[in-house]
Each structure stands twice: as structure tokens, then as C-alpha cells.
């Protein structure tokens, strides 16, 4: 590991910015962006409880409106009707009034230029990391394999009824628990309990293929009730559709094994979406080009979906990398995993700590080599880059080298919302740049409203009294206004 500095700016004069592919128009199959330029999908901890758009949720999708970026991705937003903690939620009619208000807001900041998506997701359960006593008293289910092994290792009385047998395997060490405890009970006892599409065994896990179709085209519809330009399917990452695509998903129903198993679920989701919403609303899927797990699908699986996608009538295809739970940092007892902590987790967020490649436009390759089978399939599909590009020769020649159609850049409009504006006009050398170190993938981490280190203790501002401030009052909630 090496620590990289950040790429020396080229900002474009007004005249360069006008005349550069980066701020031209292009289509996403029946939607027209006014710029090449793109926001991603980011959770800023904003919603109610109850999953509810509240006026932060408002206020930052249109301070990222200010800006004007070609298309604005609203944050993984559940299809269910369940509780999740203050993460938006679309599983029900109910939700479409508060969505209709961030449209609203982003139409009104943006004059009516950034085209607005949905991000849409199902995500299986996962539990904290429980302590130990609790694990072994109440979580674990007793099996022959542990009577025998406590009997064995301990003797009949080890083993003469289960509370002996929860007793006796409380006090092992982990070095006896791995032998003992499946790979699976030991993988609940140290990072906590995680559902897996391959759980044939638990029956809501057996129906995902049954009952998926129908909560997407449900909560598709919804979105476009609300008024969105789209939604994007959250194929990507740690989320149940990234775990079907997955080469770990050896399901045993159709909907698992080969490739095309595994493209099954999505292509039938996309099927449902398309048959509620129609041809003339826009909608295409985020998924990964590299998992970069042990075991997981690699650039050449993704080339193949990417295909698949295209052939089918998606309308864009935004690619990201990484970001799984398999090799998730250990959490603390009473924390949950985060899938943003392993090798994976930092291909997803590449920060300026990073190999000899360095994390600015680490991504590309994996869009590219998508983008280059999509064309030689005959489709005309955008596809999208994401990951450390914060700059405009480095996301201009993204461009005209043909490697993607959009660029997206996640944090760096965290750290400056207005930046795609300040090249528009030429004013590149106010750009505020994200330092990539990840102070808000740690909020992130911790469910805390999510902020920039760059601009949330600035109260020497205009907006000082007036703008929102996180639960503690120190950190302000929103970026200071440009006063362009
Ligand atoms: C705070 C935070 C929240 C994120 N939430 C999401 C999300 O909801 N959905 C998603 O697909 N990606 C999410 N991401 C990943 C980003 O969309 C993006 O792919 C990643 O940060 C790399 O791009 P960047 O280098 O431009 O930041 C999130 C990233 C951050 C920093
Ligand atoms: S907190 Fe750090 S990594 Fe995140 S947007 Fe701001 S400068 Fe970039």
C-alpha cells in the first residue's frame, strides 16, 4: 500500500467546458440527459425510522440539484414493506408522496435539467455480531454433529442434555469451536447471523425468485408515480440481485449454477419492471464488474450479464466493483458486518491508501471491457464508470477514449456538489476536492447522517443559523452554497 497524491486538476476554460464531450447531451433508451455527467447512488442516513423522505432527505437531493449533474441517482431505497431503520423505503403507496417532493425539489434546483432515478433494492437479513453467552443459550440450534462432538470430547454428562451441550460448547475455545461448529455456525457466532440466497432450507429464501418480480414492478411503479425519470435495479454489491448474479450462488432451482441460472432472476425482474412501467420510462440496472471475492464472478462473468442486460432492453448499465460482505472486517460484538471493510469493500470506495494503480479511475477497465462486448453485440446501451474521478482531463478522456458513455463521481460531489457546475462555467479552480480518506464512508459505517470533513464544521458561511445540523449540533448536514 502506497499513499497516493491527488491526480494536478486540468479545469476547462467555459469555452473548453461547452465545446467537451463531458457536457453534451445523451440518451438512456426513452430518457435524455442534458450532460454526460452522473451522481451515484449514495445512503446520507437521512429518513425516518420509518423509511420516510423527511426535509433532509429533501434538502440534500436538491443541493445535489444545484449543481445540475446529468443524472441524480436517489439513494438504495427499499422494495419492501418492512422495517429497516432510517433507510428510504418504496414498498407501498404510502411512501410515493414523500418521493414526490425530492422530485419536485431537484426539478425546481436543477431549472428542470438533471434527470432523476431511483435506486431499488432488496436486501436479505443480517444480525449483529451477538455475544457469546446469548449465541450459544439461545441462537444456535443444537444438532446431533454437537452432542456427538461434546460426548466425545467431554464425556456422556458434556452431553446428556441440551442445556449441558450449550454449557459445555460455551466454554471451548475458538480453535475447538471451528472443528466443532459448522463453517456456517461459526461464520453467526463471529460476524453474526447473514441470510444467503443459496438458504434453500428457509422458505422465504426458497421464494425470492416467486415474489421478487412483483415488489420491483411494484416499487418501479411507485417511483414513476413520483415522478422519476427511472429507476436503477440495485444489482450491485452485498444486496440480495448482486447474490444471485454471484458465481458463490449455487442455488439448486433454476436460479443458480450456471451463468445463465444466474442471470435468471434478474432478467425476470427487469421482465416485471418493464411489463409495469412500460418502454417509454427509463430503466437499467447497476451491477459489478469485478465481485473480488474468493470464489466470485469475475470481469468475464460480468461482460456476459452486461450483454445479457443489453440484449434484453436495458437502458443503461452503470458498473461498480466490490463491496461484499464474504470478506467483511470482523465487527465488534453488537455491531453488524459492513460490507465496505474487506479488499472488496475498498475496490468499491478505493481511497488514496491503494496499490501501485491508485484509486482514480480504478474502476474503468471493468466498464470498458462491458462497454466493448455490449457494442459488439449490436446494442447501443450506456454504460457508466464510477470510482475515484474527480477531475475533468481525467473524466473527459474516460470519455473520448470510448470506455464509458457517463462518468459518475460519488464523493467528489459530496465534497462539492456544485463541481460540475464550476467547470461548466469555468471556475474549475473553486472546486473543493474530496481528499478520498473516507471520513464519510465511516459515518456511513456507523448509520450517522452522512457528511464531507471538507465543509461540515464551516459555520463562517451566510447559511450559518439557518442550515441544518446532525443530532450533537456540531456537524452542519448540508455543503456551504456557492455563491456563483
Ligand atoms: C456514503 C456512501 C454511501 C453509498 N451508498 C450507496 C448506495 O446506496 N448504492 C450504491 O450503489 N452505491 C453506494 N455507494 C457507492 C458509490 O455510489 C460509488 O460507487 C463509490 O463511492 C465509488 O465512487 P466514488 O469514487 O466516485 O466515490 C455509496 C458511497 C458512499 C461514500
Ligand atoms: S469525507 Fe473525505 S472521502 Fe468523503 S467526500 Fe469528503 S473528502 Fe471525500
Known sequence: MQKHALPEPHWPTADEAAKALLFQPIRLGPMQAATRTWVPAMVPWRATEEGLVTDHVVDWYGRFADGRPGVLVVEATGIRDVPSGPLLR??????????????????????????????????????????????FARFLRVTERHVAAARERAGDAAAADEANVRAWLAAQDDATLREVLTRREFRDLAFGQREEVNDLHLEHVRALPEVLPGLFAAAARRAREAGFDGVE??????????SFLSRTNERTDGYGGSPEARLRL??????????????????????????????????????????????????????????????????????????YTGRSGHECMPTVRSDERGPFGRNVPLAAAIRSAVRAAGCATTVITAGGICEFAQAEAILQ?????????????????????????????????????????????KHKEVTCQLWDRDFDTPDADSVPRSKDQKRRLLPPPWIS
Open 90 to 135: 418504496v414498498g407501498h403507496d404510502r411512501f410515493v408522496d414523500g418521493l414526490r417532493r425530492v422530485v419536485d425539489e431537484v426539478r425546481r434546483r436543477s431549472g428542470g435539467e438533471t434527470r432523476l432515478l431511483l435506486q431499488i433494492l432488496d436486501f436479505l437479513s443480517i444480525r449483529r455480531r451477538p455475544e457469546r453467552e446469548k449465541f
Open 233 to 242: 435495479l440495485h444489482y450491485a454489491h452485498a444486496y440480495t440481485m448482486a
Open 266 to 339: 434478474p432478467l425476470e425482474v427487469y421482465d416485471a419492471v418493464r411489463r409495469e412501467v412500460g418502454r417509454d420510462w427509463c430503466v437499467g440496472a447497476r451491477f459489478l464488474g469485478d465481485e473480488v471475492i474468493d470464489g466470485g464472478s469475475r470481469i468475464d462473468d460480468a461482460v456476459g450479464y452486461g450483454t445479457a442486460f443489453a440484449q434484453r432492453g436495458f437502458d443503461f448499465l452503470s458498473i461498480s466493483k466490490g463491496g461484499k460482505f464474504d470478506d467483511a472486517r470482523q465487527p465488534h460484538v453488537g455491531e453488524a458486518a459492513y460490507p
Open 401 to 445: 477514449q470510448g470506455h464509458a458513455d457517463l462518468v459518475a463521481a460519488a464523493r467528489q460531489s459530496l465534497a462539492d456538489p456544485d463541481w460540475w457546475l464550476k467547470m461548466r462555467r469555468g471556475r474549475g479552480g473553486e472546486v473543493r476536492r474530496c481528499l478520498f480518506t473516507n471520513y464519510c464512508e465511516g459515518l456511513d459505517q
